[in-house]
C-alpha cells in the first residue's frame, strides 16, 4: 500500500464528516523544494482521502503576518529597518509585488498550480485583520498560565517573567518584535504596553491586528479553527520538545480540540552543498526545476518514496537518473503489469505523479540523455525531429499531441543543458573541419570506419559495431579512435556516446567529414 493511502485509511478511523488537511509555509525567502515536499505530501492524502470517497479538502496559509526575523543574506542592508514588521507590509523587493510576501509566495503559488495542487489559499494577514483569531487570543490570554507551564514543561525553558500568549504590534512603528508588556495583573481586553521605538499604549484585543499569536500557540489554535485533522511537518518541528508536540498539549488543553493525525517528513539536501534552507542560500526553487522537468517528474521524486525517507537532490546528473527512472515506470505502467521488481505501488505512484488526468496511451518519450546530444545538434525543434526521425527515435508522422510532448521535453533538456549540465556534457558541432594533425593511425582507422559506414544501416548500434570493427583492423587503442572521431566533429578529445552521436548526424555529412579528415 502506498504511504498516501496508509495515512488516508488511518484518517477514516477518527471518523470525521469532513477532513482539512493543512500545509503551511512563511513566506519570508525563497520557497524551495524542500517546502514543496511538506505541500505534495498533504496533497497525495488529499488525493487517497478523495478516492476513498471521504468528504475533505486542502488549505494552505501563507504566514505572511510573520515579521521579518533579520536581514538575510539575500536582502540588501537597507530591509534592516523593516525587521520586526509584518511580511505583508513589508516592500516588495523587485517591485513587481504588492509586498515583500507576495514576492517570495508568487512563484510558489504559480508553481503549484502547474504541479496540478490547487489548495483553498488563506494569507495570515487577511486572517488576522479579519478577526479569524481573536477567540483564540481571548481563550490564550484566559489560560496564559496553563500555556506557560506547558511550554515550560514540554520545552525544557523557561519563559520571561512578563510574558504573555501574544505579541503586541506597536501603533508607532508597527513591528510585532519589540513590545513588552507594563501591566503586572493582566485583564482582558486592554493591555498596556511599551516598545523599545518608546512608545507606550494600551492594546484592545478585541480589535483584528492588534498583535500576533506566538507560533506554538497559534498552530493548535488553527487546528481547531480551521477544523484540521492532518497536518505534516519537517522533523525540526516534530522533535522533542518541538513546536508539534507543545502544540498537541495546548490544542488539547487549552482549545479543547483533538489534534490532528501527522506525517514527519525529512529534509530535501542540495548534493554537495547540505540540507535547504532559505536563510543560508542553500536552496533550489520548485520554479527552476520546472524548467529542466515536467511537473509530472517533479511530482514522481516526492511520490515514489515515503516522505520520510532522506532525499539528496542533485540537478546535474541526479535529473538524468531520474527521467530515466521515470521513463522505465511508465514504460512498466502501460505494459500491463501491475508491479515489477523494485517498482512497488506502481500503479499508485503513476496516478499520484499526475498533475491532471491519466494520460490514455503511453507519451512518445526520447530519453532525457540522448535528448542532450540532439538538442546541441539542433538549432529548433524541427531540427530536432529531423534528427530523431533519420534516426529510428520516432516514426514519422507523430500526432501533434505527441510532438507537442517531445518539444516540451527537448526544450527542458535545452535549459537544463544551459544552466546545469557539467562543462565535459556540453559540446559544439564545428561546422567547418578544424584545422587538425592526425597521426597515421588515426587517419588509417577513420578510413576503415569510412569503408564500414559506406554500406551499413543509419543506427547507433550498427555504427558502435562499425566503430569497433574498425578500431581491430586498423589496430589500434580504443581510446585514441574515438579521439580522433571527437576531435574532426567537435575539436575536442572527449564527447557524447559515439553511436548515438554519429546516428544523430546525417550519413552525408559524417562521410564528407571523414573524407577530408582523411583525404579518402
Not at 512563511?26 to 492524502?45: D, F, Q, V, W
Not at 507523430?398 to 535549459?415: F, T
Request: charged share 25%; proline share 6%; aromatic share 10%.
Amino acid at each position: 500500500m502506498h504511504w498516501a493511502e496508509a495515512e488516508a485509511r488511518k484518517l477514516t478511523k477518527r471518523k470525521e464528516k469532513e477532513h482539512i488537511i493543512a500545509t503551511a509555509i512563511t513566506p519570508s525567502g525563497p520557497i524551495h523544494l524542500g517546502n514543496m515536499r511538506e505541500m505534495l505530501t498533504a496533497e497525495a492524502i488529499y488525493r487517497s482521502l478523495k478516492k476513498l470517497s471521504e468528504s475533505c479538502e486542502l488549505i494552505f496559509i501563507a504566514d505572511n503576518w510573520d515579521p521579518l526575523r533579520r536581514v538575510y543574506p539575500y536582502l540588501d542592508t537597507s530591509y534592516e529597518k523593516w525587521v520586526g514588521m509584518p511580511l505583508s507590509e513589508i516592500p516588495c523587493p523587485c517591485g513587481k509585488h504588492s509586498n515583500y510576501g507576495e514576492h517570495w509566495l508568487q512563484p510558489f503559488l504559480d508553481s503549484i498550480d502547474r504541479l496540478g495542487v490547487q489548495p483553498i489559499i488563506y494569507r495570515a494577514q487577511n486572517l488576522y485583520l479579519e478577526g479569524f483569531y481573536t477567540e483564540a487570543i481571548k481563550t490564550s490570554l484566559e489560560k496564559k498560565d496553563q500555556i506557560r507551564t506547558t511550554i515550560e514543561a514540554i520545552s525544557q525553558r523557561k519563559l520571561p517573567a512578563n510574558w504573555i500568549p501574544l505579541n503586541i504590534r506597536c501603533e508607532q512603528c508597527k513591528r510585532l518584535t519589540l513590545t513588552s508588556i507594563v501591566d503586572e495583573d493582566i485583564k482582558y481586553p486592554l493591555i498596556s504596553y511599551k516598545c523599545k521605538c518608546g512608545f507606550e499604549g494600551k492594546a484592545d484585543l478585541r480589535k483584528p491586528g492588534v498583535g500576533k499569536l506566538p507560533w506554538r500557540i497559534e498552530w493548535p489554535a488553527r487546528w481547531k479553527l480551521f477544523g484540521v485533522t492532518f497536518e505534516a511537518c519537517g522533523k525540526d518541528l516534530a522533535a522533542a520538545g518541538g513546536a508539534w508536540q507543545t502544540g498537541e498539549a495546548i490544542a488539547q488543553e487549552v482549545f479543547n480540540y483533538s489534534p490532528p493525525n501527522n506525517l514527519t517528513y525529512e529534509f530535501i539536501y542540495l548534493k554537495g552543498r547540505g540540507p535547504m534552507h532559505s536563510s543560508t542560500g542553500i536552496a533550489i526553487l520548485p520554479s527552476e526545476l520546472l524548467n529542466i522537468l515536467s511537473p509530472v517528474e517533479l511530482r514522481f521524486l516526492f511520490m515514489k518514496q515515503h516522505p520520510n525517507k532522506h532525499l539528496e537532490f542533485d540537478p546535474l546528473f541526479g535529473v538524468l537518473d531520474l527521467v530515466d527512472e521515470w521513463d522505465r515506470w511508465e514504460g512498466s505502467f502501460f505494459s500491463g503489469k501491475k508491479s515489477r521488481s523494485g517498482m512497488k505501488d506502481l500503479s499508485e505512484i503513476y496516478e499520484l505523479s499526475q498533475p491532471h488526468e491519466l494520460p490514455e496511451s503511453k507519451p512518445i518519450n526520447v530519453s532525457y540523455r540522448h535528448l542532450v546530444i540532439v538538442t546541441q545538434l539542433a538549432d529548433d525543434f524541427s531540427s530536432v525531429r529531423s534528427i530523431l526521425e533519420r534516426s529510428g527515435f520516432i516514426p514519422k508522422g507523430v500526432d501533434d499531441a505527441q510532438l507537442a510532448l517531445l518539444k516540451r521535453r527537448a526544450q527542458l533538456v535545452r535549459n537544463w543543458v544551459k544552466h546545469f549540465a557539467p562543462s565535459n556534457i556540453k559540446f559544439e558541432l564545428k561546422k567547418e573541419i578544424p584545422n587538425l594533425d592526425l597521426s597515421e593511425d588515426e587517419k588509417k582507422f577513420l578510413s576503415k570506419l569510412f569503408e564500414r559506414i559506406g554500406y551499413a544501416d543509419w543506427s547507433a548500434e550498427v555504427l558502435h559495431s562499425c566503430i569497433y570493427e574498425a578500431i581491430k583492423e586498423a589496430n589500434i587503442q580504443p581510446q585514441i579512435a574515438f579521439r580522433s572521431i571527437y576531435k574532426i566533429f567537435l575539436d575536442t578529445e572527449r564527447g557524447p556516446r559515439v553511436g548515438y552521436f554519429l546516428a544523430s548526424l546525417s550519413k552525408d555529412f559524417v562521410k564528407e567529414r571523414i573524407r577530408k579528415a582523411t583525404k579518402v
